[in-house]
């Protein structure tokens, strides 16, 4: 490596001017335009994952009412409460 004898030689840059409009936090989507591209596919896809967590909640349902019947105080309360955060969210 060779040792730089004269720091004057060195170059620096200089930091940017810094711009008067505020930047924003994050970028916007261009919601026309993803539709025209998606096309068919957009409907499917939220009206597929509002069927798929409307399926969840139902046998989150379920199984919180077939866990009254069900025998065995081991497994109980597990159920009850992964079902019942499963609702929930």
């Keep these: 490596m060779e040792k730089v004898e004269?720091?004057?030689t060195l170059t620096t840059t200089q930091?940017?001017?810094q711009e008067t409009?505020?930047?924003?936090?994050?970028p916007v989507q261009d919601w026309q335009e993803a539709k025209k591209?998606?096309?068919?596919?957009?409907d499917i896809h939220w009206i597929g994952l509002g069927a798929a967590f409307s399926?969840?909640?139902i046998a989150s349902v379920a199984a919180l009412v077939r866990s009254g019947k069900r025998r065995g105080f081991g497994r109980k309360p597990f159920v009850v409460a992964i079902n019942s955060l499963l609702l929930a969210k």
């Design 21 to 26: 409009s505020v930047p924003d936090a994050e």
């Design 15 to 17: 930091a940017p001017s």
């Design 37 to 42: 591209l998606w096309g068919i596919a957009w």
């Design 6 to 8: 004269n720091l004057e």
């Design 55 to 57: 399926v969840l909640a």
